[in-house]
């Protein structure tokens, strides 16, 4: 069994800038990839920002130069700095794992709002 759990959404002012981390615990052991998505109402989920153990990022181009995402091997925990954040941003965002031996997991998302 492998759990993943969010925080740091929130409501935000466009411009302003939220920090999301993720926490993945359970019987495994190491994590190829951690990422984020995101959906928004009446949208497809779509991809966030990946980032593998080797420190290999990709993102979205709608969130180049904006956000970040990074992660902590050691302690299985996956970031994702968003600045310069825009209404579009509103979603929720699912952080994920993908283990070699147990596929992909998902977290239960945190809900991000950027509205004045």
């Known amino acids: 069994q492998v759990q993943l759990v969010e925080s740091g959404g929130g409501l935000v002012q466009p411009g302003g800038s939220l920090r999301l981390s993720c926490a993945a615990s359970?019987?495994?052991?190491?994590?190829?990839?951690m990422g984020w998505d995101r959906q928004a109402p009446g949208n497809q989920r779509e991809l966030v920002a990946t980032?593998?153990?080797?420190?290999?990022?990709n993102y979205a181009d709608s969130v180049k130069d904006r956000f970040t995402i990074s992660r902590d091997n050691a302690k299985d925990t996956v970031t994702l700095q968003m600045n310069s954040l825009k209404p579009e941003d509103t979603a929720v965002y699912y952080c994920?794992?993908?283990?070699?031996?147990?596929?992909?997991?998902w977290g239960r998302g945190t809900q991000v709002t950027v509205s004045s």
């Open positions: 994920y794992a993908f283990i070699a031996t147990k596929g992909t997991h």
């Open positions: 980032i593998t153990s080797g420190g290999g990022t």
């Open positions: 359970g019987r495994f052991r190491s994590i190829t990839t």
